[in-house]
């Protein structure tokens, strides 16, 4: 069946350094994906979108690049900050009927080292 | 954007009995969920609580069971009966915008003894 995975569930950082957390998607009628950040004991909280239309979107140090022909999302943090530590998941959206739900990956725990 | 707050933040809970979770958001939203999500672990679609109708149930939930209500388009409750251990869970509310944006509140964090 469709569904979004993560390449890595950990991911281990300097302060200061890049982070690049990424994603794979199955369904090719997937036209709307979502990051999210999840702080322990909170709901995820939505960081940055992007649609189909779009390879790349830039947010406040966050940029998503979405690569359709091999169905694969990912999400960079620069100058990566403790306050970054969390899981990340990402998420995929279809337009209508079935495919009108948001699906969400595994999870990418990413740790920021001082 | 939109701001989702829910109630109870947690409960304990004895095994037989319900809990009733609330679910408020600060403005109109086109669609409304309900979601659970295991420590440690992905979130798993439980329902889209329709307004004015019955709910939407994934695979693997029931509405005897998880019986949902949305009685206009910025609240919904959702109820976990019957509690059995395996019913300890977070529990997340979530509400989309006419743009596909799609938040989340804070979650209920339920354990059942």
């Known amino acids: 069946g469709e569904s979004v995975g993560l390449h890595l569930p950990t991911l281990s950082v300097q302060e200061g350094d890049n982070s690049i957390i990424n994603c794979a998607y199955s369904?090719?009628?997937?036209?709307?994906f979502i990051w999210y950040k999840q702080e322990s004991g909170k709901g995820p909280q939505f960081i940055i979108d992007?649609?189909?239309?779009?390879d790349k979107r830039q947010g406040q140090r966050v940029t998503v690049l979405l690569n359709k022909t091999v169905k694969h999302l990912s999400l960079q943090i620069a100058a990566t900050q403790p306050g970054d530590s969390a899981v990340y998941f990402c998420?995929?959206?279809?337009?209508?009927?079935?495919?009108?739900?948001?699906?969400f990956g595994t999870g990418t725990l990413l740790a920021v080292q001082p | 954007s939109a701001v989702i707050s829910q109630k109870p933040s947690r409960d304990i809970c004895q095994r037989g009995t319900s809990l009733t979770i609330q679910c408020q958001v600060d403005?109109?939203?086109?669609?409304m969920f309900w979601y659970r999500q295991q420590p440690g672990q992905s979130l798993t679609l439980i329902a889209t609580?329709?307004?004015?109708?019955?709910?939407?149930?994934e695979s693997g939930f029931v509405i005897d069971k998880f019986p949902i209500s949305r009685p206009n388009l910025t609240f919904s409750t959702l109820t976990v009966s019957n509690m059995s251990p395996e019913d300890s869970s977070i529990y997340l509310c979530?509400?989309?915008?006419?743009?596909?944006?799609?938040?989340f509140g804070p979650g209920t964090r339920l354990t059942v003894t």
């Open positions: 609580a329709n307004q004015g109708s019955e709910a939407t149930y």
């Open positions: 998420a995929e959206m279809g337009y209508g009927g079935a495919t009108n739900k948001l699906i």
């Open positions: 369904n090719s009628a997937s036209d709307y």
């Open positions: 992007i649609r189909s239309n779009m």
């Open positions: 979530s509400a989309r915008t006419g743009s596909r944006e799609q938040y």
């Open positions: 403005s109109q939203v086109t669609m």
